[in-house]
């Protein structure tokens, strides 16, 4: 159906599945766009709520601490002038942190009231115990922070700081309670600086759902004022959760109830069984959002309207002059390269027809170039072979560096330290028990610490390398690492009776030591077989494990990644050096790799 359509219906027919697809495109990036954008409105609700959360818990933290603080008497309930001394301090602290105090109360283990401030009479002997917070201070001997209350004692609704009064053993005497009233604290005056837009405002409700303060544009909460969803509040105070989503309000509008769609963001105290409520109607808050929709509502329409009309005019502007390329293209297909384009426009057609001239006349001049390009090249990788051997012999020799300072400096110092420690240890008596437990364990934290440079200082650059040669080396790397890891491995050499050329013997020593990490972590192969044989001016390392293997053609034809990255610097150490090189494996059959390299390294 399509290869009887005219060049003009495929151009058309294309440009339109393009437009659908882009458009399709653009809508769905349109749609994240707006989706991702109304996620950060609601985050960064919920990031405020939970940052007015904090700052209460710490206001609420400090009163409590204040009020623990005035209750610690050590010689047991304050009389009345102690009372006094402690309850003008208590409030005095408190004020210059701007929380109002309206009440001191000195309750005993009856839960009557003993002493009180402001005084007022018939206030001695009120029982105090009508307040769960209070009861729950005395019996469980720990502070306690209440919801908003009214009750005996209490001139108006307020909250209650309840603390114990101890003994020396620890004995609850009694309850120190101090009656703070919220909204003329600075409780709630770090919310009054926390702008959510122009219909925004922050809630503090208890854990019963009753409002304890309201910023503007809030109106005041009325007395024991029940939030909108008490129980919805109360049960995220008491799991601890914070929330944020969309929900309805209702305000007093023109004589009638009218009900708006609100963002609420909410987030509970962990010091008290409170809560923080920020509300902002979702026409404000997401207006941002719907300024972005009617963008991109904007600019799609354009963007359609300007794809149509360049589809027309690339349509009139090519179907004509393609069809005069075509007669020119067919004579360059039949061979005649002397043919000229019969076509000379200044626009994209003309420079195409420009182009096939120039393709013409440089297939002829690319041809003369390819064998001087040919031993550029080989040159080129001369150069390349060169540097390459510059940067792994400086790569060498500063893992060579590392390492010696990592044994000399570091592991000198930690020796020293483990040494002094032992010193502390035998200067210790028997009952300093707990001395010697943390002397022990610090001992033992650097010894590991130690070993753990060690074996760094060993992968790095072995100093037995450079010593002892190759073939103690080996064995010292095979006990450290393959062994340890729980691989089986033998070990075999065979006509290596000295030292041979250093250059060889770290390159051996590499290829080896990435040969077996790939067989320990890669392959999780059981057993493995190194051989060393040195035989003809070559020597002929072989590397073969029982592992799960992997084809050898799909990890070339797949690039250089974490798993051939290893072979590649086994092959380039190997070439350098003049060597061969191969590998054999196949999945679930096990990996065999084998180098020979000369043992006189060819000079540059």
């Known amino acids: 159906m399509i290869g009887k359509l005219s060049l003009r219906g495929r151009i ?12 399709g495109i653009f809508s769905w990036l349109g749609v994240q766009s707006v989706n991702d954008s109304v996620k950060r409105t609601l985050d960064e609700r919920l990031t ?7 700052y209460l818990d710490e206001t609420l933290m400090y009163v409590r601490v204040q009020v623990q603080n005035a209750a610690a008497s050590p010689e047991g309930l304050p009389d009345e002038k102690e009372f006094e001394a402690l309850s003008a301090s208590l409030r005095d602290t408190l004020t210059r942190s701007r929380v109002r105090v309206t009440g001191i109360f000195l309750i005993g283990p009856d839960g009557k009231v003993l002493r009180a401030t402001p005084y007022e009479p018939g206030m001695i002997g009120i029982d105090m115990f009508y307040y769960p917070e209070v009861r729950d201070a005395l019996v469980k001997g720990a502070p306690t922070i209440s919801g908003l209350v009214s009750g005996p004692g209490m001139k108006a609704p307020a909250v209650l700081v309840s ?24 409780i709630s005056a770090f919310s009054q600086t926390i702008r959510v837009g122009r219909t925004g405002y922050v809630e503090i409700v208890d854990g019963n759902g009753i409002v304890l303060a309201r910023t503007k544009p809030g109106s005041p909460p009325k007395v024991f004022e029940m939030s909108d969803h008490p129980d919805r509040f109360a049960t995220l105070i008491r799991q601890g959760e914070a929330t944020v989503g969309t929900c309805h309000r209702c305000h007093e ?9 609100d963002v609420l963001a909410f987030a509970p105290l962990s010091v008290a069984s409170w809560g923080v409520a920020i509300r902002q109607a979702e026409e404000e808050a997401l207006s941002p959002t719907e300024q972005l929709k009617m963008q991109f509502l904007v600019l799609g329409v354009i963007l359609l309207a300007c794809t149509l009309l360049l589809v027309w005019a690339t349509i009139q502007g090519i179907v004509k002059p393609i069809r005069m390329l075509t007669s020119a293209a067919r004579k360059l297909a039949d061979g005649d390269f002397a043919a000229a384009l019969p076509l000379e426009r200044n626009d994209e057609i003309g420079q195409l027809s420009t182009a096939f001239d120039s393709m013409r006349r440089e297939v002829a001049r690319a041809r003369d170039e390819l064998v001087s390009r040919y031993k550029a090249a080989k040159h080129k990788e001369e150069l390349r072979g060169q540097l390459l051997s510059s940067v792994i012999s400086a790569q060498e020799e500063e893992r060579k560096r590392i390492a010696r300072e990592l044994h000399d400096e570091f592991g000198q110092t930690l020796t020293g330290l483990i040494m002094s420690i032992e010193s502390l240890e035998d200067l210790t008596t028997p009952e300093q028990t707990q001395l010697k437990e943390r002397l022990a364990k610090t001992k033992a934290l650097l010894g590991r610490t130690l070993a753990d440079i060690r074996k760094l200082t060993l992968d790095l650059r072995p100093s037995s390398l450079d010593d002892l040669g190759l073939l103690a080396a080996l064995r010292a790397y095979i006990q450290d690492y393959p062994e340890k890891a729980g691989i089986k491995v033998q070990f075999k050499t065979s006509g290596i009776t000295g030292r041979l050329d250093p250059a060889v013997e770290t390159a051996l020593f590499r290829i080896v030591q990435e040969a077996t990490h790939n067989a320990v972590k890669h392959a999780r192969a059981g057993n493995l077989e190194i051989e060393l044989a040195a035989r003809d001016g070559k020597v002929l390392a072989t590397v073969e494990d029982d592992g799960k293997g992997f084809d050898v053609d799909a990890l070339y034809q797949a690039g250089i990644g974490a798993h051939s990255s290893g072979i590649l610097g086994i092959q380039e150490r190997t070439a350098l050096l003049g060597g061969t090189f191969s590998i054999k494996s196949q999945p679930g059959e096990g990996t065999r790799l084998r180098v020979e390299i000369p043992m006189t390294p060819p000079k540059d």
């Open 163 to 186: 603390s114990p009064v101890l003994d020396v053993g620890g004995k609850s005497l009694g309850v120190l309670s101090a009656s703070i009233d919220v909204e003329q604290s600075s």
């Open 12 to 23: 058309s027919g294309l440009a339109l599945v393009a437009l659908l697809m882009g458009l």
């Open 253 to 261: 509008g023109t004589g009638e109830i009218e009900k708006q769609q």
């Open 48 to 54: 405020i709520a939970r940052i007015v959360a904090n």
